[in-house]
């Protein structure tokens, strides 16, 4: 892992209209922190000297400064402001890319992030030049097309999570591409581009926070980790 640089875009977009809260998802209180500092010291730990990039609202960036300093202590974080979706979001954080190596694009909305699921896509992203990890349908799936449902095999399907990884030379020039509304992850991006993805095994624990029984899931599972 010496020698390659290695970057996380940490993408915190949150507003906290669905979880209820006047503050912003990203800065509510898990675990003792800020939401947000849990995905930043798992990347810090996982591959130490990772260049570390948190992309927020404009409006949040003096609030985030604020809690790193708190809480964060010495990593070394650069905050940017994000665009008007994900998508140019992470386009505004890939503008901090400036060297070779690989880039990891993570959900700050995601804290259960795991040094060892982040070492399992860098290592696969090094082979492939992608690792987007995900996860086996466990429940019952249907689709319904004008109030008709039909089953859906479920073996085929599979949740994706993040970080979705990728070498610098494949997601950098897939993000100068035109915005298109079916851009809705990093991999679907990559592969309008024309480059093929790879699938590595994600993990049940690396939950996005989006509702209030999300916060009570991630607060029973980091006290089950500690």
Do not use: W
């Not at 990093?186 to 029984?213: C, H, Q, S, W």
């Amino acid at each position: 892992m010496i020698g390659i640089q290695k970057y996380a875009v940490i993408v915190a977009g949150g507003k906290g209209t669905r979880m209820g809260a006047i503050v912003p998802k990203q800065f509510l209180p898990l675990h003792g922190k800020p939401l947000l500092c849990h995905p930043i010291q798992a990347f810090a730990d996982a591959l130490p000297g990772i260049h570390i990039v948190l992309v927020l609202p404009p409006d949040q960036l003096g609030s985030a400064r604020t809690v790193l300093r708190s809480y964060i202590g010495n990593i070394n974080v650069t905050i940017v402001a994000g665009g008007e979706t994900r998508y140019h979001s992470v386009q505004n954080g890939l503008k901090e890319v400036n060297d070779d190596g690989i880039v990891f694009v993570h959900d700050g909305a995601r804290p259960l992030i795991s040094t060892e699921l982040i070492r399992r896509c860098y290592v696969r992203a090094t082979e492939n030049g992608s690792a987007i990890p995900a996860v086996p349908v466990t429940e019952s799936v249907r689709m319904d097309e004008n109030g008709i449902s039909t089953p859906v095999n479920r073996e085929q399907l599979r949740i994706i999570q993040t970080p979705q990884t990728f070498r610098t030379e494949i997601i950098l020039p897939a993000f100068e591409q035109e915005y298109d509304p079916s851009f809705t992850d990093e991999a679907t991006v990559v592969e309008a581009f024309g480059t093929k993805v790879y699938l590595v095994e994600g993990m049940r624990d690396n939950i996005k926070v989006t509702n209030p029984i999300d916060m009570i899931i991630a607060e029973a599972l980091m006290k089950d980790r500690s």
